[in-house]
């Protein structure tokens, strides 16, 4: 039993499509011999429609490109001259950062929204994932919800009732769509200077954000990837070791995929004494870890209420040591030297530093250098799980989370309210939870795919004020979804009067504390119309 659902090609375009991507019939599939700007172009695309990547490329693509010369064109030519020569250089030598010169882009479709999670989990990786706030989920390709079944549930006495609950939720998130859409143009008429597409991108947005919660985790989305080969390896032994069934056999079929364009730079990820020798390394820890967690925590002790954000580490002489480290490049003295003189400084020296550090800053997008990579925050936060998804991308922090259930209740937008379909949320929660109550036992792991996006998960951030000025100041623009710009208003606030660190939160000026807007999307709909006219201004001039 297969839970993809394989996509269907006219001959003429299955002869192009295998120049291109290394399978079409599969959920997993590599890019090749397309230019870089185009798999960057297509991977940019890929969020916003809710098209495969390989029928976007026919639809949008194709015609772009002269594809008359590449009939012939065959991805593994040169593979084994490029294998021979890497097999000399790093098993021989073992220069591991051979391994990080070959790069893959690769299309991950039909995964669910746990697995997205554990495959955007590595740093040094590019992800671009497939949007809820732009993409409606009411449709059903080979006639089936967007879902992802567990072949063990399915399989199980529970498998009916898993395909009936999670179908009931994705009913009701269909027939809400369209409540809430009539809803927010009621609310909000279409101002007289907006054009028709973005009054109508703007209220889409605004529609799908408000009933995003009910979808579960276990929607699929499809993701693109770029990596290394160094970055692949690490990534693949930690899916093969991981505990949740879809992501070690989606790592099976990654592997395959990557083994057809970079087979070199995957040697071992399958070697006993390497790969696999890894693998059971962290499963063991994680065993252990989850054995004395049960011990010293055990699951029906009653838990400590907590605020959604609650700043839970910091340096209290941050401050002094920024401008420290602010001075040091520029200095010939040891550390220990500059941070005793900044602690003999004055207030206003040391306001000069500072603020000859931050500069005129014109927008968010320009950054101090380095030394505000000194201070480190440690933000405990709880917050709905469609929260979660956006502020987990940020991966230069620090980033872990616990196991999503129904334990710490649930976030209904007001909106919600507002129309008059709250009874309707709550009773696709409570249809969420009891399908995760009997998932619990038999299928600890899986459980969690029943659980909508709506309800809360714990997770910490722990980062420097280097990375805290960039999340902040982007996930509170006014564009936002209100769940994650509600916790990054909260962590701005907490840098200022709790740490007290009020010179470095006023470093973040781009910041905005501003109300929630009536469509968060409005703004930004507005200046892409305007870049679309200018452009299509100057091709026709």
């Not at 809710?50 to 976007?56: C, E, I, V």
Request: net charge negative; glycine share 6%; charged share 30%.
């Amino acid at each position: 039993m297969t839970p993809y659902v394989a996509e269907e090609f006219t001959p003429e375009e299955e002869d192009i499509l295998r120049r291109y991507f290394t399978n079409l019939d599969e959920p997993v599939f590599a890019l090749v011999n397309l230019p870089e700007v185009v798999k960057g172009a297509l991977f940019a695309r890929y969020s916003r429609t809710r098209l495969s990547l390989r029928r976007l490329f026919l639809e949008e693509f194709v015609g772009e490109l002269d594809v008359a010369g590449d009939e012939t064109i065959d991805a593994t030519i040169g593979l084994r001259r490029a294998e021979e020569l890497y097999d000399r250089v790093f098993f021989e030598y073992g220069d591991d950062s051979v391994a990080q010169l070959g790069g893959v882009h690769l299309a991950c479709e039909q995964a669910s929204n746990l697995l997205t999670k554990i495959l955007e989990r590595g740093r040094l990786m590019a992800y671009l994932e497939q949007s809820t706030r732009y993409i409606a989920y009411d449709d059903r390709p080979g006639g089936r919800f967007r879902y992802y079944r567990d072949p063990d549930v399915l399989s199980s006495p529970l498998g009916a009732r898993y395909i009936s609950d999670l179908d009931r939720l994705f009913e009701v998130y269909a027939e809400l769509v369209p409540t809430m859409m009539a809803h927010f143009r009621e609310r909000v008429p279409q101002a007289p200077g907006d054009s028709d597409f973005v009054y109508r991108q703007a209220i889409n947005a605004k529609a799908f954000d408000a009933v995003r919660g009910i979808l579960p985790a276990a929607s699929l989305s499809n993701l693109g990837i770029y990596g290394t080969g160094q970055a692949y390896e690490a990534l693949l032994v930690r899916m093969r070791a991981h505990p949740l069934p879809e992501a070690r056999s989606y790592a099976e079929l990654m592997l395959r995929e990557l083994r057809k364009v970079i087979p070199s730079f995957l040697k071992r990820v399958d070697l006993p004494d390497r790969g696999e020798a890894t693998g059971r390394y962290a499963t063991d820890c994680r065993e252990r870890l989850e054995d004395l967690a049960g011990e010293f925590f055990p699951p029906e002790a009653p838990i400590d209420p907590a605020p959604t954000v609650d700043l839970t580490d910091f340096d209290p002489d941050a401050e002094v040591k920024l401008v420290a480290a602010a001075l040091y490049a520029s200095s010939h003295q040891c550390d220990r030297a500059i941070e005793a003189r900044v602690r003999q400084m004055t207030v206003e020296e040391r306001v000069r530093v500072l603020a000859a550090l931050v500069g005129d800053r014109a927008s968010r997008r320009q950054r101090p250098g380095r030394a505000l990579e000194r201070p480190t925050y440690r933000f405990d936060v709880l917050s709905d799980y469609g929260a979660f998804r956006d502020l987990q991308r940020h991966r230069l922090m620090t980033i872990e989370w616990q196991r999503l259930s129904p334990r710490h209740g649930y976030v209904r937008p007001p909106e919600v309210d507002e129309a008059g379909v709250g009874e309707r949320f709550d009773e696709a929660m409570d249809r969420s939870a009891a399908l995760h109550g009997a998932l619990a036992e038999p299928f600890p792991e899986q459980a969690s795919y029943a659980v909508s996006l709506a309800y809360r998960v714990r997770y910490l951030m722990e980062m420097n004020a280097r990375e805290a000025m960039h999340v902040i100041e982007l996930r509170t623009s006014p564009q936002g979804h209100p769940s994650y710009r509600e916790v990054c208003q909260q962590m701005h606030h907490l840098i200022a009067d709790v740490a007290g660190h009020r010179a470095i939160a006023e470093m973040l000026r781009f910041a905005d504390h501003s109300d929630e807007p009536e469509l968060e999307r409005i703004e930004a709909e507005r200046r892409a119309e305007e870049r679309r006219q200018a452009r299509d201004g100057a091709s026709a001039g």
